[in-house]
């Protein structure tokens, strides 16, 4: 007995581990399958992310042999099961990638911790879901380059796992992840700076296929993180942070303007700048697009179509209205686009109780500017048909979330802000 107090003691002391060593290898073990499964998932490897994600829920199902239910799950299932049945019914398509977002969120809420660090493990998941997402992108970006030589710098490109013709919106979607790790990987430093290394090319990639929405996210990300970092000043670390952020971003911007590496005649032969070149024959602006139109358009046809079956879509020429909330309102009616509303609120609510409770400034400047990204990206793409890798890593990250304010044993069904 004397032996057995002195040995918890010496445990709690952080003498040795608490836990035998074969149950740290084994938690080791288990937690580089699932990094492993996150990155193949994310990055939608060969056509089989929601597949991969599947496997790795059962085996999660079978290693631990109960999995915890909650109420955010039965509404995200409600909204899942509503939507997946009034477009089977209406058109015949069977929506797989809606019906697994459930399970998505059953797997992140049901992940055994990797470590002792709740922040910590929350920003592993989100580094691994960004790295395999933006992946996804730089595959793109590289068979590219190597099928032609250099750059395509016309409108036409292509998805490296299918082969076919992706639009900007379809390749830079899974940029979205990358671009809220901004001003958290200058704040961290070290080895994820290295991170820099993947995300660059394909922000430059991101101009190149045309696509405002990654400038957009990527400035904001950044303003967000430095408003952060700024209201944090009187630490030291907030501090430095905010300095080495600034002189990033004057680095790159001095790298443009002398073209460095070729950045500045990238730049201006890409399809981005052609877009919004008032020179150009095909200028645009960068802001002007038809979708607030369509937006409208689907707003005025709500009463008349409220049950789905993309009638609103046809009403307006078949066009989606790049908007997650009336895209859904759309295909699958007014029933379904509620439980979505309801399941965005408790998405948006976790997210702020995580940050809340939190002491962490990292946290801070990693899940704010996620979930500004994530909002934006909601209101100007088609998420449920055009990036569905990005709807079930939100879903999933919002289930590590959620475990770990309910292991910090707050309670989610009240909140002041």
């Not at 630490?235 to 070729?262: D, E, H, M, P, W």
């Not at 909002?375 to 770990?404: H, K, R, W, Y």
Request: net charge positive; aromatic share 12%.
């Amino acid at each position: 007995m004397l032996i057995g107090a002195s040995a918890r003691r010496m445990a709690d002391n952080g003498m040795f581990p608490a836990k035998p060593i074969s149950d740290l290898y084994r938690e080791e073990k288990n937690m580089f399958i699932t990094y492993l499964a996150l990155l193949l998932f994310s990055m939608n490897f060969m056509l089989c992310g929601r597949y991969i994600l599947l496997v790795a829920f059962v085996g999660l199902c079978i290693h631990k042999g109960k999995i915890r239910i909650d109420a955010k799950c039965c509404v995200l299932a409600a909204f899942s099961l509503i939507y997946s049945i009034v477009v089977f019914v209406t058109s015949g398509d069977a929506h797989i990638d809606v019906m697994i977002l459930p399970f998505a969120y059953l797997f992140g809420m049901n992940l055994s911790m990797g470590c002792e660090d709740k922040n910590k493990f929350v920003s592993n998941i989100f580094v691994c879901l960004a790295i395999g997402m933006c992946f996804h992108v730089f595959l793109n970006c590289a068979s590219e380059i190597v099928q032609n030589g250099g750059f395509d710098y016309g409108a036409v490109h292509y998805d490296f796992w299918s082969g076919s013709v992706s639009s900007s919106t379809g390749q830079m979607i899974n940029y979205s992840f990358a671009a809220a790790l901004l001003t958290f990987i200058v704040m961290k430093r070290g080895k994820y700076l290295s991170i820099l290394l993947l995300i660059i090319p394909c922000l430059v990639y991101g101009a190149i296929v045309g696509s405002r929405a990654t400038i957009i996210i990527s400035v904001v990300s950044v303003i967000v993180g430095i408003l952060i970092l700024a209201l944090n000043a009187k630490t030291k670390k907030a501090r430095i942070s905010l300095t080495l952020v600034i002189i990033l971003l004057t680095i790159i911007l001095l790298a443009i303007q002398y073209n460095v590496f070729g950045l500045s005649e990238i730049i201006s032969n890409s399809y981005l700048f052609r877009r919004i070149d008032s020179s150009s024959p095909n200028s645009e602006g960068f802001f002007a697009t038809e979708r607030w139109q369509i937006k409208i358009e689907y707003l005025k046809n709500i009463i008349k179509y409220p049950w789905g079956g993309g009638n609103i879509r046809q009403a307006v020429g078949g066009i989606y209205a790049h908007d997650l909330l009336l895209d859904t309102l759309s295909e699958g009616g007014v029933f379904a686009f509620a439980m979505l509303m309801a399941y965005l609120v408790l998405w948006v609510k976790s997210t702020i109780k995580f940050v809340r409770g939190s002491n962490s400034l990292a946290c801070r400047v990693l899940l704010i500017p996620y979930t500004v990204v994530a909002a934006i990206q909601m209101f100007l793409e088609p998420i449920l048909e055009g990036a569905p890798i990005f709807m079930l890593s939100v879903v999933l990250l919002d289930g590590v979330v959620t475990n770990m304010n309910r292991m910090r044993q707050e309670d989610e069904n009240s909140i002041s802000v």
